[in-house]
């Protein structure tokens, strides 16, 4: 069994139900199918990333054009969009596709403030009825591995749709715990630990093989 490099949606799909996962990222039996809703995420995340790299304004989904301010508006040393970040199985950095890469993600927006503060932001285009701040403790620590000097790390989402930040989350004080909850989880799918969780999202879970699938 060939062993995958592990990713956010990775590690929270196998958080909530490791046969998904399994299916998702071993076994391939259900493929990545791109639906309207992803698709028009995409397409928000690659218009938001030009407005940075350019220091212009999106055009096609204003929506976000005051958040833009608030971002340029910050004091920072650097300031990157759509950052591909990877590290090794001992937490050090490496390319995104580097022969060592144990995990990778994309960071939405990165702050860099100063040499120990940074302020990540990532754009939600979906509902916020439910906020984890997983993702961005996952992402602070690929930033952590590159720029080791980091002492604190804060980040929030900005949701699009509901015109709201999220939370503001201090991501530094959970870098350490969140490293043990990726090793623990990337250790079972090592073991090949992949049993069936009934969750609240089996109804839209296409692997019809399962047990809890909707049909059975």
Not at 27 to 53: M, S
Not at 69 to 85: G, K, S, V
Request: hydrophobic share 35%; net charge positive.
């Amino acid at each position: 069994m060939k062993i995958p490099v592990w990713s956010f949606t990775l590690l929270s799909t196998y958080d909530r139900c490791p046969r998904q996962a399994e299916a998702r990222y071993i076994t391939k039996e259900l493929p990545y199918v791109e639906n309207p809703q992803a698709a028009h995420g995409n397409d928000v995340h690659d218009e938001y990333e030009g407005c940075i790299k350019r220091k212009g304004f999106p055009v096609k989904y204003p929506e976000g054009l005051k958040y833009f301010h608030d971002i340029y508006a910050l004091p920072c040393t650097e300031l990157m969009a759509e950052q591909q970040l990877g590290v090794t199985r001992d937490w050090k950095p490496t390319g995104f596709f580097g022969n060592d890469v144990w995990g990778r993600g994309k960071l939405d927006v990165t702050a860099i403030l100063n040499s120990t503060t940074a302020i990540l932001f990532d754009w939600k285009t979906g509902n916020s009825a439910y906020e984890d701040p997983f993702e961005l403790e996952v992402q602070a620590v690929l930033l952590k591995a590159k720029y080791h000097d980091l002492q604190t790390i804060k980040g929030c989402y900005i949701y699009l749709k509901d015109d709201r930040y999220g939370k503001v989350y201090d991501l530094s004080s959970k870098i350490e715990k969140t490293k043990k909850t990726i090793e623990e989880i990337m250790n079972r799918v090592n073991q090949g630990l992949f049993y069936a969780n009934k969750n609240a999202l089996c109804g839209w879970c296409a692997l019809t093989s399962c047990k809890h699938h909707k049909n059975k």
